[in-house]
Each structure stands twice: as structure tokens, then as C-alpha cells.
Nanobody
Framework: QVQLVESGGGLAQAGDSLRLSCAAS???????VAWFRQAPGKERESVAE????????YPVESVKGRFTISRDNVRNTVTLQMNSLKPEDTAVYFC???????????WGKGTQVTVSS
């Protein structure tokens, strides 16, 4: 079991960059890790995933080319680099982990990202 703690959120203006970090309490090498976000009144959505096998996916079309997920299996950290931020990126961002063959059952408490126009 891992515990996840996010950091790096805050206020930004449109066009700015932010870097979110997620620190895991245990080894994440056997997990798929991801960043989700939830905007007010909307469902939580996955914006970036990094599988245990090394594949990255960006399920939300609007973040492709702007967001980059990375992971460090030695330091047990997951990072989301967000560039060219837009007001519609405003949300609480969550780090999540999924065991091989399981579901995303490990979650951080989230970090707020607010982008003003």
C-alpha cells in the first residue's frame, strides 16, 4: 500500500506553467500512476497516465502537447509538468496509483490549481 501526497499547485495566469509533484510513501515501480483532475461541478477525469511498463497516455485531448507526466521509480515520485495553462485547467489535481491488474485505489488528497485569464 502506498500513500500519496501532492504539492505544487497554486495560482497561475493563462500561459503560465506549473509543476505538480506527487511523493509516494512506498515503491511505485509496480504501479501505473496518473494525474486526475476535478473541476467544480464536473466529474473527476484522468489527464495523464504513466503505466508500470513505461507507456504514457493523455486521455484528455485539450492537454495533449501541454502536459507531461513523468515518474522516478527510485525516488518514488510522479510529476506533472503543465505548460501553456488555460482557465479551463482550473481544478483540484489528484495523484493516483493502480496496482497491476487493479483499479486506481490509491489517491492523494489533491492540490488546487487555479488559472486566471
Amino acid at each position: 500500500q502506498v500513500q500519496l501526497v501532492e504539492s505544487g499547485g497554486g495560482l497561475a495566469q493563462a500561459g503560465d506553467s506549473l509543476r505538480l509533484s506527487c511523493a509516494a510513501s512506498g515503491r511505485i515501480s509496480g504501479y501505473t500512476v496518473a494525474w486526475f483532475r476535478q473541476a467544480p461541478g464536473k466529474e473527476r477525469e484522468s489527464v495523464a497516465e504513466f503505466s508500470w511498463g513505461g507507456a504514457t497516455t493523455y486521455p484528455v485531448e485539450s492537454v495533449k502537447g501541454r502536459f507531461t507526466i513523468s515518474r522516478d521509480n527510485v525516488r518514488n515520485t510522479v510529476t506533472l509538468q503543465m505548460n501553456s495553462l488555460k482557465p479551463e485547467d482550473t481544478a483540484v489535481y489528484f495523484c493516483a496509483a493502480q496496482k497491476i491488474g487493479g483499479s486506481f485505489s490509491y489517491w492523494g488528497k489533491g492540490t488546487q490549481v487555479t488559472v486566471s485569464s
